[in-house]
């Protein structure tokens, strides 16, 4: 066992005596050494009873004949940190935890692991961490919370709440009316409800096989919940007492899970955020997969699945009472070679056995192939002058007439800038509000836009106002919202030179994100560019500032110049 070198030998006495003053005995030295991940923290909906789940995940391990060592992870509750300064750490944190994984992992040279993560940058920070550790790895999410109600009966959620706060401004919701919204949206513990990033995540775990069937779309804090959590600590202990190199999690999260995972995201209309850290993912798993396979594949996969925010009526809860995703996956091979069915899983099994006799119990929820919303997946890559190396839209969240789209410019430097000015009425309809020198190297952090975009929603300008930016979008976030835009502006990139009425041009459909503007006009005003600068005093993102690379190659710090 990789623990063995803490634990065997005269000359490891001193290890075994520290060893035994945290409770192990005799015979505890003979048994493999289990690290359990957690990312309990009390300020966020999805996490504050995951220590509850970490004594559950202890006890099945002692049980099955391991030993627990727990130890926890930062985390960001992007909801909360959404439209200020503090949004600028939640991509950053991704990295903390990856490190912290790697760093705890690696020290007391632990054989195997158990990651008890359930939102945003948490998961693929985890994930991540896990790749570099590279030992049997189970993950085991906190589950989705349940959908809120209005007194009405209507569903509700996380998005419904920034939405309304557009509603709100607009004269158009009254007082009571937000405050019952704020009061119900999140009903429980749990992640935000809908195809938010979070369960995006967490649903694409199941895909990559490095997590147990319905680790996406079981609720949180229900007994089906808690069973998940005992059979996947039970799991790691029978893949650590096995010492069996093949699930090493490097061999189960390889080129195949990562092309798998975008077909399932395709078909449920995922997070763009996915793209992010999937690409990550990718490159922590030493897979070269270019930003431009992402529409190959779309290109063959059904968006079958609707889910919140994209149709507010249908949550995660629904989906697993419809199925869940092997339902969804089994729907998809039916068109035959688009997954890769070979795929190993953590629990054993290829994912075609795993799906075998999955079934769709309600059409209304999972639809099939010959029902799809949409012959081509929910999220789509755009290229063109202002994104050479790739932008990324949603576009199972594109409402109207909004495929197609040409509109005038309306540029601010900073997403606190654009609130003030859609706020202050200067966005109007057919225009293209322009974000920048939010990227990665420029926010520093990438920020999430869902305040924004959710502004643009609650106004009425869903159906004849697009945003472009370089930096990202809550998984909330609905309408012609083109994120990750690459070059960012602080590197130089286009959307750095796009001036006031400039027209700018969207085809979602032949992926093509284009400002038209000559050549030569565009050579004048980047002999004249000088960089935008937002004022930075953390020490952690000036450092972040200084590695991170653009959004199209997954946002990661380098290693190497």
């Known amino acids: 066992m990789r623990s063995d070198t803490i634990k065997k030998g005269f000359d490891k006495a001193p290890h075994r005596s520290l060893l035994r003053a945290t409770g192990l005995r005799d015979e505890d030295f003979d048994k493999p050494f289990i690290g359990v991940a957690n990312s309990y923290i009390d300020i966020i909906p999805g996490h504050f009873f995951l ?83 590279n030992v049997p790895t189970v993950f085991v999410s906190g589950g989705p919370m349940a959908a809120g109600h209005k007194k009405d009966g209507t569903p509700i959620d996380l998005a419904t709440a920034f939405e309304a706060v557009g509603q709100h401004a607009e004269g158009k919701m009254t007082d009571e009316e937000l405050y019952e919204i704020e009061c119900e949206a999140c009903p429980s513990g749990g992640s935000c409800s809908g195809m938010f990033t979070a369960n995006s995540m967490n649903t694409l775990c199941e895909a990559m096989g490095i997590a147990l069937p319905g680790n996406g779309t079981i609720l949180a804090m229900t007994p089906a919940r808690i069973e998940l959590v005992k059979k996947a600590a039970k799991r790691v202990v029978e893949l650590a007492k096995a010492e069996d190199s093949k699930y090493n999690m490097r061999n189960i999260l390889n080129e195949k899970a990562i092309h798998n995972a975008f077909v399932v995201d395709m078909a449920m209309g995922g997070s763009s955020n996915t793209v992010l850290h999937l690409l990550a993912i990718a490159k922590e798993s030493e897979v070269d997969f270019p930003i431009e396979r992402i529409n190959e594949i779309a290109d063959k996969v059904a968006h079958i699945a609707k889910i919140s925010p994209s149709l507010s009526t249908v949550h995660m809860d629904d989906i697993n009472r419809a199925g869940g995703v092997n339902a969804v996956m089994k729907e998809v091979s039916r068109r035959g070679g688009i997954l890769h069915t070979d795929s190993l899983m953590i629990t054993g099994e290829t994912l075609g056995e795993r799906i075998a006799d999955a079934k769709i119990l309600d059409e209304t929820i999972i639809h099939t192939n010959e029902n799809a919303y949409s012959k081509v997946g929910g999220l789509s890559i755009l290229f063109g002058n202002l994104a050479t190396e790739g932008a990324v839209v949603k576009t199972a969240g594109i409402t109207g007439n909004m495929r197609q789209f040409k509109g005038k410019a309306v540029c601010f430097n900073s997403q606190q800038a654009a609130l003030a000015g859609i706020m202050g009425h200067k966005v109007k309809s057919g225009d293209v509000v322009v974000i920048r020198y939010e990227g990665p190297k420029g926010g520093p952090g990438m920020q999430e836009m869902l305040a924004p975009t959710s502004l643009i929603m609650g106004m009425g300008l869903g159906e004849s106002v697009a945003l472009i930016t370089d930096g990202r979008f809550s998984g909330a976030t609905r309408g012609a919202s083109i994120g990750h835009v690459s070059p960012e502006a602080a590197e130089g990139g286009m959307i750095a030179l796009v001036e006031d009425g400039d027209e700018i041009e969207l085809d979602v459909d032949t992926h093509l994100l284009q400002l038209n503007v000559s050549e030569e006009i565009l050579a004048v005003r980047k002999a004249a560019w000088k960089p935008h600068k937002n004022e930075v005093k953390s020490k952690w993102l000036k450092r972040y500032a200084l590695l991170v690379s653009n959004a199209s190659n997954g946002a990661v710090l380098k290693t190497e110049f």
């Open 51 to 133: 220590h509850e789940y970490g004594e559950i995940v202890k006890e099945a391990i002692r049980e099955a004949g391991g030993v627990p060592f727990v130890f926890n992870t930062i985390g960001v509750d992007d909801g909360i940190a959404m439209g200020h300064d503090g949004m600028l750490y939640s991509l950053p944190s991704r990295e903390i935890i990856a490190d912290s994984i790697e760093t705890v992992m690696n020290a007391h040279k632990l054989d195997a692991m158990i990651c008890i993560p359930n939102c945003d940058k948490i998961v693929p920070g985890m994930i991540m961490g896990a790749l570099r550790v």
